[in-house]
């Protein structure tokens, strides 16, 4: 018997833990009414890459004579590391070390470190232009017309379907208002990029040729570095 009633409970308790725990999908609307937390910062440091590429053939389906012959790019080898800067002290000795070079001029403003950070919010920059493109528009002429009409007139005005038919849809009796855009705002992290090596071979391939298959040239080019100040990326729904 309480073995019986042991397992009823257990049994009682598992349907109770999948139906509180089950995944249930969410509309459109529930999802944008959704509101993320602080947002995630993310950083990248110390990361190094090393690639290497067989080869990369780019066929001429005619050539000279009617048949095909290629031009091959063979052995290509890359390694890049990638680097989190912290200060301009850090900024400037790093492109210094990974260029090799006695003194950088001009290597650009820096401003603050930055850390990889993702936030769900106004998208500032795409919410500009869209007003800017509302503002050479006859919105009072619009918001007078049929919805089918002032859509095709928004249409006409540059704007993407999915844009014009939300305006439209949402603010067709008080259009003139600023338009909001929300999505994912991507902050970029200060990030240098160094190149340590970065080699390739280029050859030739024909059939029947004699130096088919052999390389005519190595192509090896010195350290460089590239270097990420700053500034933001907006993915928004449209």
Not at 115 to 135: H, Q
Not at 148 to 175: K, P, Q, W
Request: net charge negative; glycine share 10%.
């Amino acid at each position: 018997m309480k073995k019986l009633a042991l397992s009823m409970i257990l049994g009682a308790s598992l349907m109770v833990t999948s139906s509180a725990f089950a995944l249930t999908s969410m509309t459109d609307s529930s999802m944008k009414a959704a509101t993320g937390q602080a947002g995630v910062s993310i950083t990248v440091d110390n990361v190094v890459i090393e690639q290497f590429v067989g080869s990369t053939t780019y066929t001429d389906a005619t050539g000279t004579t009617g048949s095909a012959g290629s031009i091959v790019i063979s052995d290509k080898h890359t390694v890049k590391q990638y680097l989190a800067m912290t200060s301009e002290a850090d900024f400037r000795a790093n492109f210094l070390t990974a260029t090799g070079a006695s003194a950088v001029v001009a290597v650009g403003p820096w401003t603050k470190a930055s850390a990889l950070s993702i936030d769900v919010g106004t998208c500032s920059i795409l919410r500009a232009g869209l007003n800017d493109n509302l503002s050479h528009i006859d919105l009072a002429a619009i918001a007078a017309m049929a919805p089918a009409a002032a859509m095709g007139a928004l249409m006409t005005a540059g704007n993407d379907y999915d844009t014009a038919a939300a305006i439209v849809g949402a603010s067709h009796n008080g259009l003139g208002a600023t338009q909001d855009v929300t999505g994912v705002v991507i902050g970029l992290p200060t990030l240098l990029i160094a190149t340590s090596s970065d080699t390739y071979s280029v050859g030739v391939a024909k059939t029947g040729a004699l130096n088919t298959g052999l390389n005519f040239i190595t192509i090896s080019k010195g350290a460089s570095a590239m270097a990420i100040l700053g500034g933001t990326v907006e993915i928004a729904a449209h």
